[in-house]
């Protein structure tokens, strides 16, 4: 067991746990928006594209969420045509769950209260310290 916290969070579920899954994926909030991730070469991607390239990898996807996602997050899902057409992705509207978790593999989970949001999962904090310039 670990306690991430802020930016951490962002580091260990969006860099760590969710790159690792290999069979299964959960991603359980209640808040839903289109959040962009480092891609590993210092761009940002949505993290649509990442659940995307997951499935293309044979991994499940189930999303769940509490509300109806924003416009921009719309857009974004409709520009990956795998989430419609693959059956390994399933995205449940729950209205009454407030749970946050993202569980791969079984094996790891992270389980607290950041929404998948960039302010929820800490990236907003880890942006602003890792782009301020030197004194």
């Not at 969006?14 to 480092?38: I, Q, S």
């Not at 996807?61 to 974004?76: D, M, N, S, T």
Request: a positive charge; aromatic letters at 8%.
């Amino acid at each position: 067991m670990q306690l991430v916290l802020n930016a951490q969070t962002y580091e260990t579920v969006l860099l760590r746990l969710v790159p690792e899954a290999k069979r299964y994926l959960w991603v359980v909030t209640a808040d839903l928006k289109d959040l962009f991730v480092e891609d590993g070469a210092g761009k940002f991607i949505p993290f649509l594209a990442v659940l995307a390239e997951k499935l293309r990898q044979g991994v499940e996807v189930r999303l769940i969420h509490a509300k109806e996602p924003g416009p921009r997050f719309r857009e974004e899902f409709d520009r990956f045509p795998e989430f419609l057409r693959s059956d390994l992705f399933e995205r449940i509207l729950c209205p009454r769950m407030h749970m946050k978790a993202v569980v791969a593999d079984g094996r790891i989970a992270y389980i607290g209260s950041a929404n998948l949001t960039g302010a929820g999962m800490g990236a907003k904090a880890r942006i602003a310290v890792t782009s301020r310039p030197a004194l």
